[in-house]
């Protein structure tokens, strides 16, 4: 009985230490994101004269609708992209109402968090050195969710 046990035990933790690792995602293109906006009817354009004087930004690109932004900017270094990551998670926690609701997704190089409070939705996905994130009514939540399911983030 005691082996049994120990066994089953012994199973129980190989299935934790393996199930909960988050896993990894793979980085995509400024091009992938401007071809799975574009097949969603989302205009895309580069949007690098926005961060002009930013030298640790690379490539940046927008993707637009009547009223849906949503930016992919690649950074030099993944900690730069962590960096600004953590400011956007601050911005949008500073409209954090009660009753609102949150979700955190983290991997081994990737960290998702989106917040739906006050009629919005914002989400922040960040692949390695890559951040792809928006801020809209809650209404284009659907839209936003499937260009970042189809690109993976």
């Not at 900690?79 to 009753?99: C, M, P, R, W, Y």
């Not at 955190?104 to 968090?113: H, I, L, P, Q, R």
Request: glycine share 8%; charged share 20%.
């Amino acid at each position: 009985m005691k082996k049994r046990y120990f066994i089953l035990l012994g199973l129980v933790i190989c299935l934790i230490l393996t199930g909960c690792g988050g896993g990894s995602k793979e980085v995509k293109s400024t091009s992938d994101f401007n071809t799975v906006a574009s097949n969603n009817g989302f205009t895309v354009n580069d949007n690098m004269s926005t961060y002009s004087g930013n030298d640790y930004i690379t490539e940046a690109m927008i993707a637009t609708t009547s009223d849906i932004t949503i930016e992919m900017v690649i950074y030099d270094s993944m900690e730069n992209a962590n960096k600004v990551q953590e400011g956007q998670i601050d911005s949008f926690n500073l409209l954090k109402s009660t009753g609102a609701s949150e979700k955190k997704d983290k991997g081994d190089n990737y960290y998702k968090y989106f917040l739906i409070s006050n009629n919005y939705y914002m989400v922040s996905s960040r692949v390695d050195n890559t951040l792809i994130f928006c801020k809209t009514l809650l209404t284009n939540k659907e839209e936003v969710d499937k260009i970042l399911d189809q690109i993976g983030y």
